[in-house]
């Protein structure tokens, strides 16, 4: 068992019991007779892995362990692209353990950027975490999104496929009131960050089909236009090069008469255009 050492220094005797501690926690899970006891081994270990000695150090264990297997068996079925999210106040007979805060956890495909957006949406609601946990776990699940096997520690790039982020806040205690709307709000700003990521290649590919074929609609032959057609065609392949990330997409067809001057087509949304046309 290694003990994220990075937001703390311990002594090694310290250290040494915590390591101890966690790995008897989980060892004492293998003896279980538990039909799911696997699953939670494997998704507490991955959350221990991730978690500093200041977290594990100020709470009793066999609770920080009931606080996984929790989130184990609320993630233990997910259907294809979903993504799971909750927000709740913890309590012993509900969930296993109490904790004088508010949790909120997700649960989806691993992907660019869903760490990063979800703070900053956090953040813009006056809900700084004081607590993130974010391990990426490989997950195999059925058809049903059962599932069957956990690499609590996989190796590859981020986004792989069947790798799964699993993220775990702890906010300041709120009115149970409010956490349906937390939850409305988080799941709205996750699927569109993943509706960005899925449509990222096919934004671009169009960046770069306008880089080169702008030219191709004359209007004018003068110099100036022409000019100005090389200007902007540089700018789409800038914009391609990496160098700018691409949130939506939309074409329109200008319309000589009628009462807007352009007509949207539908079939060209990408992105975040795409998610709010579904």
């Known amino acids: 068992m290694t003990v994220n050492t990075a937001s703390a220094t311990f002594d090694i005797p310290t250290l040494d019991r ?22 939670d081994r494997l998704i507490a270990e ?11 150090k100020h709470r009793e264990l066999p609770f920080v362990l009931a606080q996984w297997r929790d989130l184990s068996s609320w ?9 799971k999210v909750r927000a709740f106040n913890p309590t012993t007979d509900t969930h296993g353990y109490y904790l004088n805060r508010t949790v909120l956890q997700t649960c989806m495909d691993d992907q660019a950027f869903i760490f990063d957006s979800l703070h900053t949406l956090l953040e813009g609601m006056d809900l700084t975490p004081l607590r993130c946990i974010h391990p990426i776990l ?16 996989p190796e590859g790039v ?19 009131a409010q956490l349906e709307g937390i939850e409305a709000a988080v799941l709205g700003r996750l699927r569109k960050v993943q509706a960005v ?24 032959g003068t110099t ?22 691409f949130v939506g997409y939309a074409e329109f067809v200008r319309v000589p008469s009628g009462d807007s001057p352009c007509t949207l087509q539908a079939q060209s949304l990408l992105g975040q ?4 046309a579904e």
């Open 138 to 153: 490989g997950m195999q699940r059925d058809e049903e999104g059962v599932v069957l096997a956990v690499d609590p520690v």
């Open 273 to 276: 255009g795409r998610l709010a």
């Open 224 to 245: 100036e236009y022409y000019r100005e057609v090389s200007r902007v065609q540089k700018f789409f392949h800038w914009l391609a090069a990496d160098n700018y990330v």
């Open 18 to 39: 915590l390591r101890s501690e966690v790995d008897g926690l989980l060892a004492a899970l293998d003896s279980d007779d538990g039909a799911e006891v696997w699953r």
């Open 46 to 56: 991955a959350f221990f892995k991730r978690s500093d000695p200041v977290y594990l």
């Open 197 to 220: 990521v899925a449509d990222h290649d096919a934004m671009q590919a169009r960046a770069r089909w306008l880089a080169s074929h702008l030219g191709e609609y004359t209007v004018t």
């Open 75 to 83: 993630a233990a079925v997910r259907r294809p692209e979903e993504i």
């Open 158 to 176: 981020e986004g792989a496929a069947g790798f799964e982020s699993m993220m775990h806040f702890e906010l300041p205690r709120l009115d149970p």
